[in-house]
Every structure is written in structure tokens, then in C-alpha cells.
């Protein structure tokens, strides 16, 4: 089993959608968990942390299932700037500060 | 907005040849690492460095790869005798200013290495 599975995609949706991402890991000792966009050939960057309890910034929601080892990305109201791929990372030992990066889920909203 | 900045954005190099990359960490972060992405394929890492040592490393970090950091700005990644599979993208990141999130990480702009 992959240590951070996501689904591939591409997800194309039209401006406005409502569109949700899944990502699942297989440490269940896994201690903070991310979700970072990446623009083509360009560096990741830090979208949001994910925090047990769920946590929202502006259209973007992520939770996390401990049970489960599942984590969602839930972006509402879609703009033509969120295209991107989206990196589920997770950092997936204890004591560890090394991150480990899901292969992404592409995005592409449409006109 | 504080930012980790890398060197060159594109390295070309001979096969067998040595190269650095550079990199400059945010300031008042602890902790270094650098991570690569071949073209298409997932970001990896490769090793973290705190404390002026290293701190972890992947098993993609051999003895052809060395850290560094010669003084307190700098940190630099060397890749020995480069080879066809070492041309990918090197993101430099740093994390942990010692206060608030300690593992959310920022990444540089990457360096572009291409070995002909």
C-alpha cells in the first residue's frame, strides 16, 4: 500500500462547482497532515494544515478522519484560479519532520 | 512576506560532473531540507538538516549527495559525479521558526537540474 494514496484526476469542473478531493495514509502513528497546490513546474505551497477537529479558510475545508486515515479537501464556489494540482503530505512518523507527498489530484475549472 | 529563495533557477551539466545548488532558508527557521520531483512523478525527500547536522535522509540520499551550511544564510546541496536519473527539480524547503506550527513546511522555487 502506498504511504499517501490519492486519486489522480483530473477533476474538470465548471466555475462555481463545488469540488471534493480524498486522500488516505497508511501510518496510523501519522502526526500532522497538509494540503499543498502545486502550479506546473512550479514549488508546492502550503494551502492549509489539517487539524482533527476540521478546520476552514475562506472556500477551502479540510478534514481528517483518524479512524479511517482519510483526509478530504472540500473547495466550494470553484475559480479558474484554483486550477492546479492539489498534494495531500503528510508527515508520516513520529519525530520525524520529513514529509511525505501524495502523487496529487489535478484540477481544472472550466469557463 | 519572508521566502526561501534558491540558485540557480536552471543548472545544465555534464554526466559525471559535480554541481551545487543554493539556497537561502528562511531566517529564522531551524529546520532545512531539500526534496526533489522528477519530471511527472511526486516530490521526494531527501534529507533534513538541524542544528548544522543532518537530521534525517531518504534512501535516495547516497554518498553522491552531500548538505552544507558554510555560514548563517547559506545552505547548499551537492550532488558528486551527477548522473542522466539525477535531472529533476530540487526544491529547497525550511520549517520551524520555534513557535506556532513547527512542521509546516516552505518551499523555495526549485533549481531545474538537467544532466546531458
Known amino acids: 500500500r502506498k504511504e499517501v494514496e490519492q486519486d489522480p484526476g483530473p477533476f474538470n469542473v465548471p466555475e462555481g462547482a463545488t469540488v471534493a478531493f480524498n486522500c488516505t495514509y497508511s501510518n496510523s502513528a501519522s502526526q500532522s497532515f497538509f494540503w499543498y497546490r502545486q502550479d506546473c513546474r512550479k514549488e508546492p505551497k502550503l494551502l492549509m494544515s489539517?487539524?482533527?477537529s476540521g478546520n476552514e479558510d475562506g472556500r477551502f475545508t479540510a478534514q481528517l478522519n483518524r479512524a479511517s486515515q482519510y483526509i478530504s479537501l472540500l473547495i466550494r464556489d470553484s475559480k479558474l484560479s484554483d486550477s492546479a494540482t492539489y498534494l495531500c503530505v503528510v508527515n508520516i512518523e513520529t519525530g520525524r519532520r520529513a514529509l511525505t507527498f501524495g502523487s496529487g489530484t489535478r484540477l481544472q475549472v472550466q469557463p | 512576506e519572508p521566502e526561501v529563495t534558491q540558485t540557480p533557477s536552471h543548472q545544465v551539466t555534464q554526466m559525471g560532473q559535480e554541481v551545487i545548488l543554493r539556497c537561502v532558508p528562511i531566517?529564522?527557521?531551524?529546520?532545512f531540507y531539500w526534496y526533489r520531483q522528477i519530471l511527472g512523478q511526486k516530490v521526494e525527500f531527501l534529507v533534513s538538516?538541524?542544528?548544522?547536522?543532518?537530521?534525517?535522509k531518504s534512501e535516495i540520499f547516497d554518498d553522491q549527495f552531500s548538505v552544507e551550511r558554510p555560514d548563517g544564510s547559506n545552505f547548499t546541496l551537492k550532488i558528486r559525479s551527477t548522473k542522466l536519473e539525477d535531472s529533476a527539480m530540487y526544491f529547497c524547503a525550511s520549517s520551524d521558526s520555534g513557535k506556532g506550527h513547527r512542521d509546516e513546511a516552505f518551499f523555495g522555487q526549485g533549481t531545474r537540474l538537467t544532466v546531458v
Open positions: 531566517s529564522n527557521h531551524l529546520y
Open positions: 489539517v487539524y482533527s
Open positions: 538538516f538541524y542544528n548544522n547536522e543532518i537530521s534525517e
